[in-house]
T-cell receptor
């Protein structure tokens, strides 16, 4: 079993649907992240949670709604999406030590491939 | 402010020949630097990282990278390419101080390995 598991791996939805992406990490980490990976563009950080608290919202539209019920689980709720939201959504986790002892690496899931029709 | 530039969007090598993927960075702090690899339909996997210790960093699968502060570079190399090395490679920078997971990713370099 991989350290970070994402479901579903593939999702096709219409613009009026509501769906959710799920991420679970089995590494005992204290931080979780959502990234968006679109073709020909660098990875875009969407949200960061440290100890279940959201510490970063990178100007993400409100049609994306994250939820972090505990340090091991992270959801991304989707509603009224646009075709340009089609992308690979990657979840990651890390053990952040903060302060001057940073440099922790991210552990990624395999991603959820989203297609919005 | 931090930034990272991968100088080649696509690199093609023959199997058994050396690999060089170039990365330049800009950072106001002493940075941490990473190389990640992404195989098709997979997530990103850490290849190696530099965090202010030895400037020559060895990673998995025979890859290594050298941190050169004077050149602000962190190029990734491998002496002999294997077919399984074909993938997308990302150079990543993060501030060492006050790290909160705000990694800056390069645009990526696609490595093609020809038989």
């Amino acid at each position: 079993e991989t350290g970070v598991t994402q479901t579903p791996r593939h999702l096709v939805m219409g613009m009026t649907n509501k769906k959710s992406l799920k991420c679970e990490q089995h590494l005992g980490h204290n931080a979780m992240y959502w990234y968006k990976q679109s073709a020909k563009k660098p990875l875009e950080l969407m949200f960061v949670y440290n100890f279940k608290e959201q510490t970063e919202n990178n100007s993400v539209p409100s049609r994306f709604s994250p939820e972090c019920p505990n340090s091991s689980h992270l959801f991304l709720h989707l509603h009224t999406l646009q075709p340009e939201d089609s992308a690979l959504y990657l979840c990651a986790s890390s053990q952040n030590r903060g302060g001057s002892s940073g440099g922790g690496e991210l552990f990624f899931g395999e991603g959820s491939r989203l297609t919005v029709l | 402010a931090q930034s990272v530039t991968q100088l080649d969007s696509h690199v093609s090598v023959s199997e058994g020949t050396p690999v060089l993927l170039r990365c330049n960075y800009s950072s106001s702090y002493s940075p941490s630097l990473f190389w990640y690899v992404q195989h098709p339909n997979k997530g990103l996997q850490l290849l190696l990282k530099y965090t202010s210790a030895a400037t020559l960093v060895k990673g998995i699968n025979g890859f290594e990278a050298e941190f050169k502060k004077s050149e602000t570079s962190f190029h990734l190399t491998k002496p002999s390419a294997h077919m399984s090395d074909a993938a997308e490679y990302f150079c990543v920078v993060s501030p060492l101080v006050g790290y909160t997971g705000k990694l800056i990713f390069g645009q990526g370099t696609t490595l093609q390995v020809k038989p």
